[in-house]
């Protein structure tokens, strides 16, 4: 399978604390990408970063993508109780031609205790 | 999600019986995407399409047709509903995967009993 895993599966941390999260894939990629699902609702896109770039932020949020060990990580700056829910990256892989579909990792869910 | 809808939101159907989930979208993007979710398994994709009439399968398509016959609306049927597709079905929309991300409807939960 192509999919990414995301690691670790479940974290829990207090409000106001930093969340980190992990996804590693295995083959290359055009883009990877980083979506929040909240209980019983739809995925919502968060952020995208192309497979030459490094770094991106947006807002409190920091995506790192490391190509050579195939790897991303999600953090969260001064998590808020509104961010709990399940993240998920998905990934856009080279030759996919876009066209076909992201694949996704199996998620972590976050849980801010206040 | 604004822009997006699927329909119905909820379903119980019988064994054998075929089941349309619709997708419905008022932002005129080209790809369109059939996902379930289950758990232990994340989102696997059933089917796509790249435009009107055009569809392809996805990794877990056996037992799974779709239909694209206008711009904003994208069917998908089960032809004779077993226990296994018991889940929760996402449709997603892009306009260009390779600029945007997906925008997901709210999903639609079935059983098949």
């Known amino acids: 399978s192509q999919q990414g895993e995301e690691d670790p599966q479940a974290l829990s941390i207090q409000e106001g604390e930093n969340a980190t999260m992990n996804c590693s894939y295995k083959?290359?990629?055009?883009?990877l990408q980083w979506y929040r699902q909240n209980s019983g609702r739809g995925l919502v896109h968060l952020i995208l970063i192309r497979s030459n770039e490094r770094e991106k932020h947006s807002g409190r949020l920091r995506v790192t993508l490391d190509t050579s060990k195939k790897s991303s990580s999600l953090l969260i700056t001064a998590s808020r109780a509104a961010d709990t829910a399940s993240y998920f990256c998905a990934t856009d892989f080279t030759g996919g031609g876009g066209a076909d579909g992201l694949t996704f990792g199996k998620g972590t869910h976050l849980i801010i205790q206040p | 999600d604004a822009g997006i809808t699927q329909s119905p939101r909820h379903k119980v159907t019988e064994t054998g019986t075929p089941v349309t989930l619709r997708c419905h979208q008022t932002?005129?993007?080209?790809?369109m995407y059939w996902y379930r979710q289950d758990p232990g398994h994340g989102l696997r994709l059933i089917h796509y399409?790249?435009?009107?009439?055009?569809?392809d399968k996805g990794e877990v398509s056996d037992g799974y047709s779709v239909s694209r016959s206008k711009t904003e609306d994208f069917l998908l049927t089960l032809e004779s509903a077993t226990s296994s597709q018991t889940s929760v079905y996402f449709c997603?929309?892009?306009?260009?995967?390779?600029?945007?991300?997906?925008?997901f409807g709210s999903g639609t939960r079935l059983t098949v009993v």
């Open positions: 399409s790249y435009g009107v009439k055009d569809t």
């Open positions: 932002e005129n993007h080209r790809y």
């Open positions: 083959t290359s990629i055009n883009n």
């Open positions: 997603a929309i892009s306009e260009s995967i390779l600029r945007d991300g997906y925008t």
